[in-house]
C-alpha cells in the first residue's frame, strides 16, 4: 500500500484491445481495494506544471488583504479564494491549516447548466493564472474523462455512460496553500493540514502528491504514506462513485498531516481537481451493485443534492 498502483492511461486510450482491457481490469481492482492509482500519460505537460505551480505559488505570496479581494461573499467558496482555515473536515470543528483557489467550469455555448455557475474569477495581479489553470482544468477534464471510461467498462456499464453526466459537469481545479506555520506553539490543538476526510465527488485528479504529507486509512486501519513519482497524477475515488456502485468501489478516507516541528516553516502546494457530475446526474445505487450479500446501502438522490448537503457539513455554505 506504501506504492498504489501505477498504471498507464496511454494503454487505455492508444493500446491494443488486450492492453486496454488489462487497464480497465486493474483499474477496478485498486479502485475496490484500495481507492487509488498512481497514472501517467495523463496529459499534463512537464512545462504547462511548471508554469502552473509558478502563477499558484506568486497568488499565494501576495499579501493576505490581496487575496482577501477575491473571496466572495455567498457563493460558499465556489469560486475565487477561500481564505485560511475556513473549511473543516465533516464532524470537525477546527479549520484546516490551509488557504486555496477554485476555478470552475466555463459554459461557451447555450447549455442552460451555465445558468447553474458562478462565473471564474481571476487574480489581476497574476496575469497568466487564468491561463494555466483554465488549461489544466481542461487537461484534466479529459483525463478524468478516460478513467471513468474505464470504470464503466468494469462496471460492466456501456463505455461512455458517464460522457453525458460530465459534459459541463461542476468539476472544480483547487490549488491549495497549506502555508508556513513560523510559531507552531500558535496552532490551535488538533489543528491540521487537511483533516482525515473523503472527497464528495466522482473521481479527483491530484497534482502535487508526492509532497510529505498525504496519507491513506488501509482497512486495518494504518495511516500509509502515499507516494507517486513526479510524471504521474495521483487518482482517487470520491463519495459519489461509491455511492452510485453501492460501495463497490472504494472512497478511502485520507489526510494531510502536519510536517515535524522543524518543517512547520515550508510550505507545502497541491493541485487537487474534482471532477463532478451535473447537478441533476442521478446518484441511485446502479442495480448491478446491489445483491444479496451487498443490499441498496444509500436513498436514492441527486448530484446536486448531495452536493449541498456535504457543503454545509465542511462548513463551506450555511
Known amino acids: 500500500m506504501n506504492n498504489i498502483p501505477s498504471l498507464d492511461l496511454?494503454?487505455?486510450?492508444?493500446?491494443?484491445?488486450?492492453?486496454?482491457?488489462?487497464?480497465?481490469?486493474?483499474?477496478?481492482?485498486a479502485f475496490s481495494e484500495i481507492g487509488f492509482v498512481a497514472v501517467k500519460n495523463h496529459g499534463l505537460s512537464d512545462e504547462?506544471?511548471?508554469?502552473?505551480y509558478r502563477v499558484v505559488k506568486e497568488f499565494f505570496a501576495l499579501p493576505d488583504e490581496v487575496k482577501a479581494k477575491y473571496e466572495i461573499e455567498g457563493l460558499g467558496g465556489q469560486r475565487g479564494y477561500t481564505g485560511k482555515n475556513k473549511e473543516h473536515a465533516k464532524n470537525r470543528n477546527v479549520g484546516d491549516l490551509k488557504e486555496f483557489y477554485h476555478v470552475g467550469q466555463t459554459v461557451t455555448d447555450d447549455d442552460p447548466i451555465k445558468n447553474?455557475?458562478?462565473?471564474?474569477?481571476?487574480?489581476?495581479?497574476?496575469?497568466?493564472?487564468?491561463k494555466y489553470t483554465l488549461e489544466a482544468y481542461k487537461t484534466l477534464e479529459n483525463a478524468g474523462r478516460y478513467i471513468l471510461r474505464a470504470i464503466a467498462l468494469y462496471l460492466g456499464l456501456d463505455e461512455f455512460y458517464f460522457?453525458?453526466?460530465i459534459h459541463h459537469g461542476n468539476s472544480i481545479l483547487r490549488p491549495i496553500h497549506y502555508?508556513?506555520?513560523?510559531?507552531?506553539?500558535?496552532v490551535p490543538p488538533n489543528a491540521v493540514r487537511s483533516a482525515e476526510h473523503e472527497d464528495i465527488n466522482l473521481i479527483t485528479l491530484l497534482m502535487g502528491a508526492s509532497a510529505e504529507g498525504l496519507q491513506v486509512l488501509n482497512k486495518k486501519g494504518e495511516w500509509i504514506?502515499?507516494?507517486?513519482?513526479?510524471?504521474?497524477?495521483?487518482?482517487?475515488?470520491?463519495?459519489?462513485?461509491?455511492?452510485?456502485?453501492?460501495?463497490?468501489?472504494?472512497?478511502?478516507?485520507?489526510?494531510?498531516?502536519?510536517?515535524?516541528?522543524?518543517?512547520?516553516?515550508?510550505?507545502?502546494?497541491?493541485?487537487?481537481?474534482?471532477?463532478?457530475?451535473r447537478s441533476e446526474?442521478?446518484?441511485?445505487?446502479?442495480?448491478?451493485?446491489?445483491?444479496?450479500?451487498?443490499?441498496?446501502?444509500?436513498?436514492?438522490?441527486?448530484a446536486g443534492e448531495y452536493l449541498n448537503e456535504r457543503l454545509r457539513e465542511i462548513g463551506l455554505i450555511k
Not at 504547462?48 to 502552473?52: F, Q, R, S
Not at 446526474?281 to 441527486?302: F, G, R, V
Open 10 to 29: 496511454a494503454d487505455f486510450i492508444y493500446g491494443s484491445p488486450e492492453k486496454k482491457a488489462k487497464f480497465v481490469q486493474d483499474l477496478g481492482k
Open 48 to 52: 504547462l506544471v511548471e508554469n502552473l
Open 116 to 130: 447553474e455557475y458562478p462565473e471564474n474569477i481571476f487574480p489581476a495581479e497574476v496575469p497568466d493564472f487564468e
Open 179 to 186: 502555508y508556513p506555520i513560523t510559531d507552531p506553539d500558535s
Open 281 to 302: 446526474m442521478d446518484l441511485t445505487c446502479l442495480p448491478s451493485c446491489c445483491t444479496p450479500e451487498n443490499p441498496k446501502a444509500y436513498p436514492d438522490i441527486t
Open 225 to 277: 504514506p502515499i507516494t507517486a513519482l513526479p510524471e504521474q497524477i495521483v487518482v482517487n475515488v470520491g463519495d459519489m462513485l461509491q455511492r452510485l456502485t453501492n460501495n463497490v468501489l472504494k472512497s478511502t478516507t485520507h489526510r494531510v498531516v502536519n510536517p515535524p516541528r522543524e518543517k512547520m516553516h515550508e510550505p507545502r502546494y497541491s493541485i487537487p481537481f474534482f471532477l463532478h457530475p
Open 163 to 165: 460522457d453525458d453526466k
